[in-house]
């Protein structure tokens, strides 16, 4: 990835996401991705069905916590979430549905 590209201040998500594609070249940083999502996703229905709303504590843990081993033992980059948390939170859905619908390979 280019330096001029690391530094860029991106203006919609619609520029973001080529370069949080480009952040997520390994495999097992993207399906470490979405193993957390899905997680997440399982936890807040878990969370909510049951009412057990401590269960929300985990939310950031699970989605976070397998995305960041993904990038710092396998794709050996910083995450997107530390300069860009709000598109970078955007991505990670995006991604999620890309590769359930067979867009992006996981």
Do not use: I
Not at 3 to 17: G, P
């Amino acid at each position: 990835m280019s330096e001029a590209l690391q530094h860029k201040r991106f203006e919609s998500f619609r520029a973001f996401y080529p370069y949080y594609l480009q952040e997520h070249k390994n495999r097992t940083c993207r399906r470490l991705h979405v193993v957390g999502s899905l997680l997440v996703l399982a936890t807040l229905a878990t969370s909510l069905l049951t009412a057990n709303y401590a269960l929300l504590w985990l939310l950031p843990v699970l989605g976070y916590g397998f995305a960041w081993v993904g990038h710092f033992f396998f794709e050996k980059n910083k995450p997107a979430t530390f300069k860009y948390p709000f598109y970078s939170l955007m991505g990670d859905w995006v991604m999620l549905k890309d590769v359930l619908t067979g867009k992006l390979r996981w």
